[in-house]
Nanobody
Framework: QVQLVESGGGLVQAGGSLRLSCAAS????????MGWYRQAPGKQRELVAS???????TYADSVKGRFTISRDNAKNTVFLQMNSLRPEDTAVYYC????????????WGQGTQVTVSS
């Protein structure tokens, strides 16, 4: 099994910054994709940023230039640095990992709330 532990959410004023972390643990033999999604109230879950091992990263247009995704592959950890936060960034942020134990599967974190006040 794989466990994802997220941290770093909270309340911040518009223009502020937050850094999210997600550490994957368990019987992992390989990790491919690591990324972040978010879901605002009444809206569908959407991709924020994601990248494959050794490959390019993808960002939602709404966060380009403000958010940066990074990884510590040795620790199976993914980060999301969020700068210049806006009230519309308010959502529950979910970590996503595509990893292999016995076979490849998708795993999700429990979600961390990010609230940006105006």
């Amino acid at each position: 099994q794989v466990q994802l532990v997220e941290s770093g959410g909270g309340l911040v004023q518009a223009g502020g910054s937050l850094r999210l972390s997600c550490a994957a643990s368990g019987s992992i033999t390989s990790v491919n994709i690591m990324g972040w999604y978010r879901q605002a109230p009444g809206k569908q879950r959407e991709l924020v940023a994601s990248g494959s091992t050794g490959g390019p990263t993808t960002y939602a247009d709404s966060v380009k230039g403000r958010f940066t995704i990074s990884r510590d592959n040795a620790k199976n950890t993914v980060f999301l640095q969020m700068n210049s936060l806006r009230p519309e960034d308010t959502a529950v942020y979910y970590c996503h990992v595509h990893a292999r134990t016995t076979w490849w599967s998708d795993y999700w974190g429990q979600g961390t709330q990010v609230t940006v006040s105006s």
